[in-house]
């Protein structure tokens, strides 16, 4: 029993490490998509997004687009000139305030480009200051702390059975990655397995892995974005003579929430390693399922928090632009759950399809329901029963048709796991071994009971019961 429940708990510790292990690969996705690690191209180091803004064609792409909105705002300009003609009032607008505008919107075209890219840089490096000093175990490893290590040590906060004294030292080396939590030998060395709180660490790596899979789509959508509101924006330049400028304010709103909301992610996440291992430290009630509950209820809570830490950001940048950030979040959640419903729906169908082969699949077609389909397989009879004359075959039928049967035995589970999947081959297995020693046929089938002998099973059954 020993044996057994160490291996389980073994388990357990491996798949959580597995999902860390995901989750620290994600993360340094993570920082790249967020443009605070730079990447290689052609020998270079720069971040994604300026890279992808500055490439040829997007560039080749703005500048015919910068050439269309040239022509753009000439006509805007003879509009703004002909409706300020039949103007009155405060709308009445002078030929100068409309070249004005136009000179204005001129010489926004050729900023643009440059305000942009300079304030992605700028803010790449902030962000990527006030993310490590969020998070001192970088200063002083030199690199990134492994959110592995973080995980282990909040939930192995009752497991520790090293030196006490040098506990601190010991967490600190497995949260900087010096220690490896990937190698069971060395963390047995300084937490007893057993005791590792695995609804805290399985269930926080899943929503912390979720987490960080949400956001790195929200940075890779959030390029697209740039790269777009970048081609488009002398587009929105362009009307500054017809509205004053309305149409190019709404632009400008977004970029800024766009560059700057994707950072409230990361900020947001290194608060959530600030605070969860100090979570685990509390005792909120002396019920330790209670004190679960609200540990878990705030891992969920901090990733909620997580995930629209952008919108928080987005807010701050204009009332329009945040209420934009948060239709878009909850289309996104959307059209993820969406997918995540297709998905497991499509799997348990490949699934009971394996399980129940094409017996399953028929059940579930005409009932439209998997767990019926299920039923059937694993009601359905094992073999069928076969006509033979002479409850006895033969000598020669039953010897001489053996070796036929044994080469044709994996045909026969093969066509089992067609018609039955898993369920149906397994039943057959016995039937199909009991042909080869029993049975008079040349093929290899499932062996059932004879009808004639199964009738007369039956009236004996019905005698005794008379009797």
């Avoid at 899979?213 to 940075?219: D, E, N, R």
């Avoid at 094409?358 to 359905?380: C, E, N, Q, Y």
Wanted: net charge positive; aromatic share 10%.
């Amino acid at each position: 029993m020993d044996w057994l429940t160490n291996w389980i708990f073994d388990l357990l510790y491996s798949f959580q490490k597995t999902i860390c292990y995901i989750i620290d690969f994600i993360r340094e996705i993570f920082y790249t998509l967020a443009g605070i690690d730079t990447v290689n191209i052609n020998g270079e180091q720069t971040d994604l997004l300026s890279h992808f803004i500055l490439s040829n064609t997007v560039k080749t792409t703005f500048f015919y687009i910068f050439l269309i909105a040239i022509i753009l705002l000439v006509v805007f300009v003879i509009i703004a000139i002909i409706r300020s003609e039949y103007a009155y009032g405060d709308n009445k607008k002078s030929k100068g305030q409309i070249l004005a505008k136009s000179f204005q919107s001129f010489a926004i075209f050729l900023m643009v480009p440059f305000i942009l890219i300079a304030g992605i840089t700028l803010t790449n490096v902030v962000m990527g200051a006030i993310n490590q000093s969020m998070n001192p175990y970088i200063l002083e490893a030199g690199g990134q702390a492994s959110l592995g290590g973080q995980i282990l040590v909040t939930s192995g906060q009752f497991a520790y059975i090293g030196d006490p004294g040098s506990r601190v030292e010991i967490e600190r080396l497995f949260l900087t990655g010096q220690l490896d939590y990937f190698d069971m030998s060395v963390v047995s060395q300084y937490y007893n397995i057993r005791d590792i709180d695995f609804l805290v660490g399985i269930l926080g790596s899943i929503v912390i892995m979720v987490m960080f899979v949400m956001s790195a789509v929200t940075f890779i959508q959030r390029i697209f974005d740039i790269v777009l509101l970048f081609i488009i924006s002398p587009i929105s330049v362009s009307t500054i003579p017809v509205d004053d400028g309305n149409r190019f304010r709404i632009w400008k709103e977004m970029t800024i929430a766009k560059v700057l909301g994707a950072y409230g992610i990361i900020l947001s996440m290194n608060l959530f390693f600030i605070i969860i291992p100090q979570v685990q430290q509390i005792t909120f009630f002396t019920d330790s399922f209670k004190n679960g509950i609200v540990k878990i209820l705030f891992l969920i809570g901090g990733a909620f928090a997580v995930t629209k830490a952008n919108i928080v950001i987005a807010q701050l940048t204009g009332s329009e632009a945040g209420g934009h950030e948060t239709q878009q979040l909850l289309a996104n959640m959307r059209t993820g759950g969406n997918i995540a419903r297709a998905t497991m729906a499509t799997g348990a169908t490949i699934g009971g399809a394996i399980l129940g082969g094409k017996r399953f699949v028929d059940t579930k077609k005409s009932t439209r329901s998997s767990i019926t389909g299920l039923k059937s397989s694993f009601a359905a009879a094992p073999s069928k029963s076969y006509l033979n004359k002479n409850n006895e075959p033969s000598k020669l039928a039953k010897y001489g048709g053996m070796p036929t049967r044994i080469a044709t035995m994996p045909i026969g589970m093969i066509k089992d796991l067609a018609t039955g999947g898993i369920v149906g081959m397994t039943k057959n297995i016995i039937p199909r071994a009991k042909n080869i020693v029993k049975g008079d046929s040349i093929v290899n089938h499932a062996q059932g009971k004879s009808i004639l002998l199964k009738e007369q099973e039956n009236a004996n059954n019905t005698e005794e019961h008379k009797g």
